[in-house]
Structure formats: C-alpha cells, structure tokens
C-alpha cells in the first residue's frame, strides 16, 4: 500500500458556470448544511464565534466562503465578528473592486455595493504612443491574469521570508470578442494589457476560501490551530508558506468556481480554482499541516503551460516587491 492509499478525497463544492442551475455536490454523508431550493444558496450551520480570531462576543456577522461577488453563495452565519470583518473586506475589495472588477462585469456576477463598470478600459498602441480607450462591453475583449507560485512552502515549495514567490503568470480571455479583431478595428497592431497585484491581498483570499469551506465541513474544532487564519488576518507575512500553485493549467471545469478539500497523512489541504470553467490554475492552499514524510501525487503541479492568446497582445504584470518578486 502506498502512502496516497491513505489520501481520502473529502469534499467539493462548486458553482457551475452562469445560465446553468447552482448545483451543490459533497461526497460525505456529514449532514451539516442545508440547501435552499430554487436559489442557490447554502446555509451551513451557525458557528457562533468568529472563526478567524475565536472572539464570541459583539455583533458576529455572516461569511461567504466564495465573496459573494464572485456568486458564492455559501454561507457560515454567524461566524465572523465585526474587527475582522473589515479585514477580510479590505481583501476582497482590492481583489473584487480592482483585480477582478473587469471579469465580474463581462461575468455579470453580483455587486452589493456600487455597480459594476459598463464601459471598460483597453490600452492599444497607436504609433508610439499608447492609447486608452473605454469600450461598451459588447465590445471589449475582457481578459484576466491569474498568477502562478510554487507549491506551497510547507510542501516543499521554496516559501521567501515573507510574501509570496511569483514564477509565471497566465492570461485568459474571459469573454467578448478577439482581442486581434478590436484591436485592429481601433487601427492598432498591439495591445497592451496591464494588471497591477498589490500586497499579497488574492493569495490572502484563497486562504479565506479554503479556511472558510474547512470550518463548513468539518466544523471550527477541526482546524483551530490552523495557522492560516493569521496570514488571513495579515498577522503573519507567510502567504507562501501555506498557498501555491497545484496544476497550472488543469482541464476545463463545468463549473465557475471549485473548492476540494483533502485530508491524509494529518494535512488538510484545499484545491481552489476560480473561473475554473476557463482552465485556470488550481491552487493548493495547506490549513494542516501533517507528516513531513507523506508525499502523495496530489501535490505535484503539472507541467508549465501557457494558454496562447492571438498575437497582438503584450501583458504587463506589476508585483509589488514588498512582498511578492519574479522568481
Ligand atoms: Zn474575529
């Protein structure tokens, strides 16, 4: 018997791609949710403390495990008080509101606040110049960046000091028409696309996501010593100990998102894949960590692979170096 024998598969939930029914899928009989027909949401049970600092006391408000401007639609009530629920939004505002707002629009996911852009910015160069035009949707090639790390520094990733390695990049169009077509139609050959990463804010939301599906399923005895939850609060500068890069371009998924958690060897660890419907990397977040001598196949990333977009594209990634750099 080898060690991956022991390597249970646990849960997955996910939500399938916009226009198809919400579909809830788990493989354990642990009964601790409770659909609500007809809208897509989850309920799970109440927590009663807040699952990030344990505080049980004040005002405890309602966690999505996916941001609810993503579609998630997964709730843990009662679960987060209110100190670090204007941390954890301050992440997903730099990832929803900046990052991701593009995609949230082409994807007409929900917004709670204000509403999502209509006209959308795209930077073409025009002789020597670069030039920006903002285009109606219908119009715009909507692309996205999603960052590639090395495995998870605990799994033997080469986490920094601080931060998190960066060794590559994937871009995706997400929706609206070629990129050479538009950028053609505006008399241009090139287009230039730029995507700026601030702190360690999207690696710090994957560890929300797969903290947040471990308390769900599991329940918060499970994973109270969990260390991730300081690198979810900002405690700790240690993203790339706990999150990486499992396979960099997995095939195509029916759903928009995915979460899976995995357990063995006494690690408990979460596969994520956002806009998993697009071919995007999956990331491996560790909430556990177990024996150092367990290796199962499941956390070998695949082979580096670009995804091709037609030739008139140059992307330009900003890393803040504070915390991430260009392995
Ligand atoms: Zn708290």
Redesign the pocket.
């Known amino acids: 018997m080898t060690a991956n024998d022991n390597l249970t598969y646990a849960y997955m939930l996910g939500v399938q791609v916009p226009g198809v029914p919400p579909q809830f899928l788990r493989a354990s009989s642990k009964n601790r949710h409770r659909a609500w027909a007809g809208m897509g949401v989850i309920k799970y049970d109440r927590v009663g403390e807040?699952i990030?600092?344990?505080?049980k006391w004040g005002k405890l408000t309602d966690e999505h495990i996916v941001p609810y401007g993503l579609g998630g639609n997964w709730i843990l009530p009662e679960s987060?008080?209110e100190?670090?629920a204007k941390i954890t939004s301050q992440t997903e505002f730099e990832v929803l509101r900046k990052q991701l707002i593009q995609v949230r629009a082409r994807l007409d996911l929900p917004s709670r606040k204000s509403s999502l852009p209509i006209e959308m910015p795209l930077t073409v160069q025009l002789g020597d110049e670069a030039k920006t035009f903002f285009l109606p949707k219908a119009q715009h090639p909507t692309l996205a960046v999603f960052l590639l790390y090395p495995l998870p520094g605990v799994l033997g990733g080469n986490s920094p000091e601080r931060g998190i390695n960066v060794i590559g990049h994937q871009l995706y169009r997400v929706g609206g028409p070629p990129v050479k077509e538009t950028v053609e139609s505006l008399g241009s050959k090139k287009l230039t696309f730029t995507q700026k990463f601030v702190g360690n804010e999207f690696e710090r939301m994957l560890a929300k996501i797969a903290f947040g599906f471990a308390v769900a399923q599991l329940g918060l005895d499970a994973v109270r010593l969990s260390r991730l939850r300081a690198t979810i609060l900002g405690k700790e500068d240690d993203a790339g100990r706990w999150v990486g890069t499992g396979a960099y371009h997995p095939p195509a998924s029916t759903m928009l998102h995915e979460v899976k958690l995995f357990e063995g060897g006494g690690w408990l660890f979460a596969k994520v894949r956002l806009l998993a419907s697009m071919r995007t990397p999956e990331y491996i977040v560790v909430i556990l960590e177990g024996d150092p001598a367990y290796r199962p196949e499941l956390f070998h990333g695949g082979p580096l692979e670009k995804v091709e977009l037609p030739g008139t594209l140059t992307s330009k990634i900003e890393v803040e170096d504070r915390v991430k750099r260009k392995g």
């Open positions: 807040c990030y600092c344990g505080g987060s008080c100190r670090c």
